[in-house]
């Protein structure tokens, strides 16, 4: 038996567990999310990555966290409407760095169609912001400015821009 329709929650209160941890001490992801609902609605697929620090010293444990979403049909057939009313899957991958190596957890759910995916992921969204805000006041040691991603383009222009956002 599959994964159940609507059980992406699972996933989100699994990330929201690192995500909440009293033990957190750094976060990183990178910044797309405006893109993302334009890239699953051009290609039925999107996704994001978690880099989550718990604890510090000899304690610290590094979590990467992988999620990916694919509506049904996606890059299959000829022509499309949209993926907005498609159900689909997601997957989630937690990546635990330890002394012996990385270990890893996967974590597999359904969605009903876009809204209900993308309300999965605002909620960790808005978890993220909070404790990198909580984070950030804390203590400007740690806090790294990531350059943002180098990208060229000619002759393609917003909104038709989709790739390499």
Known sequence: MGPVPGSGSRIVREILKYLEDRELTGLATLRHYPMEKRIY???????????????????????????????????RGRKKRGYDRT????????????????????????????????????????????????????SAEGVGKVEAEVFHSVGIKEPDLFLGV
């Open 87 to 138: 159900p689909g899957n997601v997957t989630a991958v937690f990546a635990e760095v330890t002394k012996d190596g990385i270990s890893y957890r996967t974590m597999r759910a359904q969605y009903k169609d876009m809204a209900e995916l993308f309300s999965y992921v605002e909620e960790v969204r808005a978890a993220f912001y909070k404790r990198y805000n909580e984070l950030k006041l804390r």
């Open 41 to 75: 609605a051009r290609f039925g697929r999107c996704g994001f990555a978690l880099d989550i620090q718990l604890g510090s010293g000899e304690n610290v444990r590094h979590v990467s966290v992988l999620v990916e979403a694919v509506a049904r049909g996606s890059g």
